[in-house]
């Protein structure tokens, strides 16, 4: 049977042995590691622009905790141009949307993927007012309720300098993580989407290089992972 694209893009689970999914593992103890201060339950991946990667980054992140053996979540928390339903090919009908606009409950929307111990919350239908929705209370609330079912929490959400909903997310999660394609974003902007993380008090984790250009003779670098100090 010929895979899609979408599923070809989970490389964690189609080949568990590349170079890549190697570097998705290294991510995830990067991100292990940076615990140690803060408790890391409630993640989320963002980027400046659209087109960054932060999907299929957060998809091959959340199979590799789910391989590790923890119980996860994956949600997605972009409203306008949501993604991960196609992703991992599941039906949109009904999702995060619904349970913010008290129109169904979290155990209604969370649809089981073929990957054992990884769960999903797709966006559900595009509201009118996403920003609104993810900035209410219920939102908190979910979160605090789902973090008594699952041990991690990964949340995809929009990008930063288009819209605020990213930044909403980012102040009820333990961390975030930032996707930079090389060469889309400007180094302005991508230092204007820091500022806007610090200025909410967001947990900068550390950003994801994507699509970078490497020689024969440097190692397997597929990704830089690195501290908000940086």
């Known amino acids: 049977m010929r895979r899609s694209a979408n599923e070809a893009k989970i490389i964690m689970d189609i ?13 995830r103890t990067s991100i ?6 803060h408790e890391l ?9 659209a087109g960054e990667g932060k999907t299929t980054t ?3 992140l959340a199979v590799a905790y789910a391989q590790e053996g923890k119980k996860v979540l994956l949600i997605d928390g972009d409203l306008r141009h949501p993604s991960l339903h196609a992703m991992f ?24 993927t073929s990957i054992e111990n990884l769960s999903i919350i797709p966006s559900g239908p595009i509201p009118p007012n996403p920003a609104e929705l993810l900035s209410s209370g219920k939102f908190n609330e979910l979160i605090e309720q789902l973090k008594a079912e699952y041990d991690l929490i990964l949340i995809d959400t929009a990008p930063v300098m288009a ?7 980012s102040t009820v999660c333990d961390g975030v993580i930032l996707v930079v394609m090389a060469g889309k974003a400007k180094r302005e902007q991508i230092v204007k989407t820091k500022e806007k993380l610090l200025h909410v008090q967001a947990h900068l984790l550390g950003v994801v ?6 020689h024969k003779s440097e190692a397997n ?8 100090e940086q």
């Open 209 to 214: 290089l994507n699509n970078k250009k490497f």
């Open 32 to 37: 292990q590691f940076s615990s140690w201060k």
């Open 89 to 112: 090919m599941i039906t949109n009908k009904m999702g995060l949307s619904n349970i913010l606009a008290n129109q169904s409950s979290y155990h209604e929307t969370v649809r089981l």
């Open 163 to 169: 819209v605020a909903d990213g930044l909403v997310i």
């Open 58 to 60: 957060i998809s091959n």
């Open 41 to 49: 339950r409630v993640l989320a991946v963002t980027s400046t622009l």
């Open 221 to 228: 670098p597929h990704y830089y992972y690195g501290t908000q």
């Open 15 to 27: 080949n568990r042995r590349s170079p890549i999914a190697e570097a998705y593992r290294g991510l």
